[in-house]
């Protein structure tokens, strides 16, 4: 079915300290809430493509261990396909330690483990999902070379290949070669094109330098001011549909990502699909944790 997304990336658990405010190097400050949720960025997106609506396969990699056990058991009642959730028998499960302040923003240290063993022999044992899939959604919580070898496959098979570049981090221009969408926030699209964002003009600025890289589509993620949407030569400047209060940001671009997804598949216009994506993650950051925070479609629909 060629409205199938597959989503290929990280599978962490999130450990979450609520705090006043995040501290600085060398600081110990007293936190509040602690927290401890299932996230990943790649998982965090199924899921919301899931919940949101999509026919989702997630391909990933776990430690065997209880994180890992407690991660696939979330996924099938997710109603996401885990056929190719691969297991490492030497090292762990993900993990993320995320600090949110009263603002709702967030610093994240991850440690991958199994993340990062998950390698182009297991691309090759998920082919025929992603060869079959309408849309191939990608981040880089795991190997850079694998992403590649995945992307490469689909795009040799006419499925499209979106790519949100998260962590930030030097892409080879082979990779965005291959690529249909790529989904920066406002950090990560300043690291691509080498212009600092400070409103929709220089969003536009940076836009053109990331085509230039060789991608035709580019949605630029601004928190609060939007969305920018650069497809060929139309610019779309869309701002988020309602000002919420933010409590926890994390998890809020996994969330815009699986439901610009999920609006791509069911055919929507571009400019529509990010209007949704945009509503999903504005819900999203009014709740804390990650896969926690994801709204239903439900919710979005009424």
């Not at 795009?155 to 920066?184: C, D, F, R, W």
Request: aromatic fraction near 4%; hydrophobic fraction near 40%.
């Amino acid at each position: 079915m060629k409205n199938r997304i597959v989503v290929l990336g990280s599978s962490n658990t999130d450990m979450v300290i609520k705090s006043k405010r995040l501290p600085v190097p060398g600081e110990t400050i007293l936190g509040g809430t602690f927290l401890m949720n299932a996230g990943g960025k790649g998982a965090n997106q199924a899921i919301a493509a899931s919940r949101l609506g999509g026919d989702v396969t997630f391909i990933c990699k776990t430690g065997n261990d209880l994180f890992g056990h407690q991660s696939l058991d979330l996924y099938g009642k997710e109603n996401v396909n885990t056929d190719y959730v691969f297991e490492d028998d030497k090292l762990p499960s993900g993990v993320a330690l995320i600090t949110v302040d009263d603002n709702g923003e967030n610093c994240i240290v991850v440690a991958p483990g199994a993340n990062f063993s998950l390698n182009k022999s297991d691309v090759d044992k998920a082919k025929d999902a992603i060869v079959n899939a309408g849309l191939l959604l990608m981040q880089l919580e795991i190997p850079i070379d694998t992403v590649l070898y995945a992307a490469k496959i689909a795009k040799k098979h006419g499925v499209k290949v979106l790519l949100n570049p998260a962590p930030a981090q030097p892409i080879p221009s082979e990779l965005i070669s291959q690529l249909y969408m790529i989904t920066p926030n406002k950090t990560e699209s300043e690291s691509l094109s080498g212009i600092k964002v400070t409103d929709w003009k220089s969003a536009k600025r940076a836009a053109d330098k990331i085509c230039e890289l060789g991608v035709s589509v580019v949605v630029i993620t601004l928190g609060s001011m939007g969305t920018l949407v650069k497809d060929g030569d139309q610019y779309y400047e869309i701002p988020v549909p309602l000002k919420v209060d933010a409590v926890d940001t994390t998890a809020a671009g996994d969330t815009f990502c699986g439901a610009l997804c999920v609006g791509i598949s069911e055919g929507m216009d571009l400019p529509d699909a990010v209007i949704f994506a945009n509503k999903a993650a504005g819900i999203s950051v009014t709740r804390m944790g990650a896969q926690a925070s994801i709204p239903y479609r439900k919710e979005l629909d009424s």
